[in-house]
Nanobody, 116 residues
Framework: QVQLVESGGGLVQAGGSLRLSCVAS????????MGWYRQAPGKQRRDLVA????????NYADSVKGRFTMSRDNAQNTVHLQMNSLKPEDTAVYYC?????????WGKGTLVTVSS
């Protein structure tokens, strides 16, 4: 069993920054594939924000490239999402996820609100 716990969300003005963290605990073989999705208010779909690739690199959604940076701490099974130059359209619940063979684990989410 794997648990994911996000932290770091909050209210920030447009142009500001926030840093999200996600800690994975339990039986974890690799955090490759670990990443972030977000769900904007009133929308049912979760959109990919950033994720570690199988090769160890990072993929970003076009909407956050150049503003968001994902980093990892393998020893701590932790990933971070540094979000700069935030925009009101970045307002969403941000979910951490970890795909494993057979099941994908999700955190409960952390709310990011960007005021204009």
């Amino acid at each position: 069993q794997v648990q994911l716990v996000e932290s770091g969300g909050g209210l920030v003005q447009a142009g500001g920054s926030l840093r999200l963290s996600c800690v994975a605990s339990g039986t974890i073989f690799s955090i490759n594939g670990m990443g972030w999705y977000r769900q904007a208010p009133g929308k049912q779909r979760r959109d990919l924000v950033a994720a570690i690739t199988s090769g160890g690199g990072t993929n970003y959604a076009d909407s956050v490239k150049g503003r968001f940076t994902m980093s990892r701490d393998n020893a701590q099974n932790t990933v971070h999402l540094q979000m700069n130059s935030l925009k009101p359209e970045d307002t969403a619940v941000y979910y951490c996820y970890l795909p494993t063979p057979g099941v994908t684990y999700w955190g409960k989410g952390t709310l990011v609100t960007v005021s204009s």
